[in-house]
C-alpha cells in the first residue's frame, strides 16, 4: 500500500475487509483513478470494491477518521473531471454493487444498487413493459 496513506488507516482496512476488497495495483490505480476526460494523469493510492452499504459506510467512516479523501467512481464515463483522483485519494468503486431487485409493478418501481448500469436497468424494466427515463449515450457503462 502506497506511503501516503495512513498505517493505522491500511491495517484497519486489511482486518475489516475480505481481502478483495482492495488494490494498489499500478493496472488498478490507472484504470479506476480517471474519466473520460484524460486531461489529468490519475494518481490515486487505492482502489476500493465494495460489494454493500455497510461496506461503503464502514469505509467513508475510516476515510473520515483518518482524514484521507476519497473520489466515488461510476462508469468513469463523465466529461467534466468528477472522477478524477490525482493527489492520491482512495477512489470508491460501486461496479460490485449491481444488484437489482424485482420490479414492484404495483408500485412502478425498482430498487438497484449505485453501480447498476444502465443499459442493465432499461433491460430489467423493460421485461415487464416499463420504461426507465435516465438514457445517456454512454448507457452501456454509465452507472446509477
Given at each position: ?13 486489511k ?9 494498489s ?25 465494495p ?10 467512516r475510516?476515510?473520515?477518521?483518518h482524514?484521507?479523501a ?6 468513469r464515463?463523465?466529461?467534466?473531471g468528477?472522477?478524477m483522483?490525482?493527489d ?11 444488484r ?11 430498487r ?5 448500469v444502465?443499459?442493465?436497468v432499461?433491460?430489467h ?5 416499463l ?10 457503462s454509465?452507472?446509477?
Open positions: 500500500m502506497p506511503a501516503t496513506l495512513p498505517s493505522e488507516f491500511a491495517s484497519t482496512l482486518g475489516e475487509f475480505p481481502s478483495d476488497f482492495s488494490s495495483a499500478r493496472d488498478d490505480l490507472e484504470t479506476f483513478g480517471r474519466d473520460w476526460t484524460k486531461v489529468h494523469t490519475p494518481a490515486p493510492s487505492l482502489v476500493c470494491w460489494r454493500t452499504t455497510h461496506e461503503v459506510a464502514t469505509l467513508v475510516l476515510c473520515n477518521r482524514r484521507v476519497l473520489v466515488p467512481s461510476g462508469g464515463t463523465g466529461l467534466a468528477g472522477a483522483a490525482r492520491g485519494e482512495v477512489v470508491l468503486s460501486l461496479q460490485r454493487m449491481r437489482m431487485e424485482p420490479v414492484d409493478l404495483q408500485g412502478m418501481t425498482v438497484v444498487q449505485a453501480g447498476a444502465t443499459q442493465a432499461h433491460e424494466v423493460a421485461a415487464h413493459g420504461f426507465w427515463p435516465v438514457d445517456f449515450a454512454s448507457k452501456g454509465s452507472q446509477v
